[in-house]
Structure formats: C-alpha cells, structure tokens
T-cell receptor, first 113, second 114 residues
Framework: GDSVTQMEGPVTLSEEAFLTINCTYT??????LFWYVQYPGEGLQLLLK?????DKGSNKGFEATYRKETTSFHLEKGSVQVSDSAVYFC????????????FGAGTQVVVTP | GAGVSQSPRYKVTKRGQDVALRCDPI?????LYWYRQALGQGPEFLTY????????KSGLPNDRFSAERPEGSISTLTIQRTEQRDSAMYRC????????????FGPGTRLLVL
C-alpha cells in the first residue's frame, strides 16, 4: 500500500540555519505530494504542494521538488526563523482516491534564537 | 471567512459510552474528510463525503465507528461503546472538490477515554 516516510525529529537548529526535512514515498501511479505544517496550538495548514514530477512547490521561503526517480519530496528552507518552529508533515494523495491524504509521522522542528 | 470548526474541542468520556464529534466545514465545500491522529503520529484517514454521500469509509477501524453528513454540510462522527484505544485527536477537513483541491483542517477534537 501507499506510505510516506519522513525523517524523525526533533530537529533542532539555530536561527538563520539551513533546514532540510527528508521525505520519501511509496505509491502506485503518480501521486500529488504535500507538505503540511502544524504550529503549536493550531491545526494543520497546507504549506506547499506539487502535482507532477519535477514540479517545485514553494511558500514562505520553503521549497520542495517532486523527484519521481528517487520517490522523494524533501522540504528545504535557506534561513529559518524562530517562528518556523512547528511539526511538519509530508503527505501524498493518489489519483482516484477521492483526494484522501496519506501522511508521514511528522517531524518536529525547533529553532532557537 | 470562517474556517472549519469542530466541537467539542475536548471530550473526556468513560469506557463504554457513546460519543458524537461534530464538524462544520467551510461554507460551499463539497468534500469532507475525517482523520484520526495518535500522539506523535500523522493523521490517518477515516472516511470521506462528497456532498451527503459517504464515498469512502475504508479507514473506519471497526463497526463502532460511523459518520454521517445528512444535508451535505455538517458532519458527525459517532463512536459507540468507546474503548481506551479510541483516545486520539480527531480531525476534520473540507475542500472545494476532491482530488487535487487543498484540504482545510479544523482544530480537532481531543478525545480521552478513561
């Protein structure tokens, strides 16, 4: 079945550091890929998405590229801020599955001043 | 505009009791999803509605779980004869359509079964 694997957290880094969160997936066909973010005390929000191979999603300085050959969708940000502290979830949605999302376990990111 | 709302936000119940969790989607959103999230894990799909039709209930763990959306708007997830293993965060999301549309999540209902 479909699955999403992302790196375990917590990831702790200093402000202005470079952030990478690895995400790989297993799915039949060509799924759409997503990154959702959950800030402390809030619900899940869509951060970015990509719907086909080689697409790059970007938002709020975050980027992720849909790599079909490596079945990956790694999240990156060049210079993190304390306000980026959150839990990040990688997810996929397969065509024909009504849009239901398959999530990874989440990666907690802690950014210190 | 208003986002997805869920009630109650917190529910503590005793084992064996029935609970009903409510989701009020964004107005005009056709699709509605229920997910369950255990502590330290990502959300897991439970069921999906397109208008009032329950199109997919493959994620419901057993027949104690049911959901309805009778008028194509508000949805209720009901858990009968609750067990301690049902304790989790229950999340609702809605979208304009199905595949490819952004899902907007509510704040969730934290259920604790004692």
């Amino acid at each position: 079945g479909d699955s999403v694997t992302q790196m375990e957290g917590p990831v702790t880094l200093s402000e202005e550091a470079f952030l990478t969160i690895n995400c790989t997936y297993t799915a039949t066909g060509y799924p759409s890929l997503f990154w959702y973010v959950q800030y402390p005390g809030e619900g899940l929000q869509l951060l970015l998405k990509a719907t086909k191979a080689d697409d790059k999603g970007s938002n709020k300085g975050f980027e992720a590229t849909y790599r079909k050959e490596t079945t990956s969708f790694h999240l990156e940000k060049g210079s993190v801020q304390v306000s980026d502290s959150a839990v990040y979830f990688c997810a996929l949605s397969r065509i024909g599955s009504w849009g239901k999302l398959q999530f990874g376990a989440g990666t907690q990111v802690v950014v210190t001043p | 505009g208003a986002g997805v709302s869920q009630s109650p936000r917190y529910k503590v119940t005793k084992r064996g009791q029935d609970v009903a969790l409510r989701c009020d989607p964004i107005s005009g959103h056709v699709s509605l999803y229920w997910y369950r999230q255990a502590l330290g894990q990502g959300p897991e799909f439970l069921t999906y509605f397109n208008y009032e039709a329950q199109q997919d209930k493959s994620g419901l763990p057993n027949d104690r779980f049911s959901a309805e959306r009778p008028e194509g708007s508000i949805s209720t997830l009901t858990i009968q004869r609750t067990e301690q293993r049902d304790s989790a965060m229950y999340r609702c999301a809605s979208s304009l359509g199905g595949s490819g549309e952004t899902q907007y999540f509510g704040p969730g209902t934290r259920l604790l079964v004692l």
